[in-house]
């Protein structure tokens, strides 16, 4: 009886990692640096989904400025990312670490 109860558990945890997966690709989150110059927003499965850069910033002769900036803006949108998808599977396994679940 009790391997049939966990089967079950197993399954309805499974599911439950699914809507949770689902739900976050339509949540985003935003990282904005250089004083507003530079904005990626990604999606809760690390997905970027847009980046904006203000044409201020944009200097034929400091490529190398645009290039830092955008890929510190990447590297934030993308820790949020990791953190709000964390956040929500820590909800469902209540913090427990599940070997094999990569969060």
Do not use: C, F, W, Y
């Amino acid at each position: 009886m009790k391997m049939n109860n966990l089967m079950k558990q197993a399954q309805k945890m499974q599911k439950q990692m699914m809507e949770i997966q689902e739900e976050l690709a339509n949540r985003t989150v935003e990282a904005t640096v250089g004083g507003g110059m530079v904005s990626v927003v990604a999606n809760g499965q690390q997905d970027i989904i847009s980046i904006r850069i203000d044409p201020e910033v944009v200097d034929p002769n400091d490529v190398e400025m645009l290039q830092d900036l955008i890929l510190a803006a990447v590297n934030e949108a993308h820790r949020r990312a990791q953190e709000l998808m964390t956040d929500e599977m820590n909800k469902l396994t209540g913090g427990m670490k599940i070997p094999g679940l990569n969060i």
